[in-house]
């Protein structure tokens, strides 16, 4: 069983088949999160695992170290969770992006595939849900498949920097993005520990 599985996570074929839970606290924000009525559960579902989720404090305190890693004091980032390849990524929504590798919903803001992590452990996803703006939740809604392709093909980016480590683009790639600390998954495509040299504060 994958990490995707084991959170309870079900693959989707169309938004039809969508469940939207929503809590509003304020009227232009949602608490949301997509599920698959349960008189579905037992049927084949093609498409991408996408949840939107937040990371949790073992997370921070984990790649406490990691310097691209995005951190706020006050609150923490809403992030989209995708499995591809068997791999489970978290890409944080962000303000005031300002380049190519990102998928934006409105203005500036959106999802920014630099900044995206690998969950290795269930346990640095959080239980709350995050909050975003009911119009930016409906693009969102609308170009999973999009959101998919644009999150692959930067990872697919990232590794061919890999291989052209002394290239001035490979260098600015690789810099900047926080796929640097999660190399060993990109090559094995297998979750484990965390063991980049730069953040190696011990799991407990």
Known sequence: M??????GEIKIKTAQWMILLVERKEPKQKKAQWIVPSAY?????IGAYM??????????????????????TNRPYACLTIELDGLLF??????????????????????????TVIITDSQFLSDDRPSIENK???????????????????INQYKRSMKHRNNPRSE??????TLKYFEEYLHS????????????????
């Open 41 to 45: 559960a037992g049927g084949i579902f």
């Open 2 to 7: 994958n990490l995707a599985q084991e959170q």
């Open 189 to 204: 495509g297998q979750q484990t520990a965390a063991s980049h040299p730069d953040c190696r504060k011990t799991q407990k």
């Open 90 to 115: 978290a890409v944080p929504f962000r303000h005031h992006i300002r380049h190519p590798h990102a998928f934006y919903t409105i203005g500036e803001a959106g999802l920014d595939y630099t900044k």
């Open 136 to 154: 930016e939740f409906a693009i969102i809604k609308r170009n999973e498949q999009k959101i998919r392709y644009g999150l692959s093909k930067y």
């Open 51 to 72: 949840r939107l989720k937040i990371l949790s404090a073992k997370f921070y305190d984990t790649y406490s170290h990691c310097e691209e890693i995005l951190k706020k």
């Open 172 to 177: 600015n790639i690789l810099k900047f993005s």
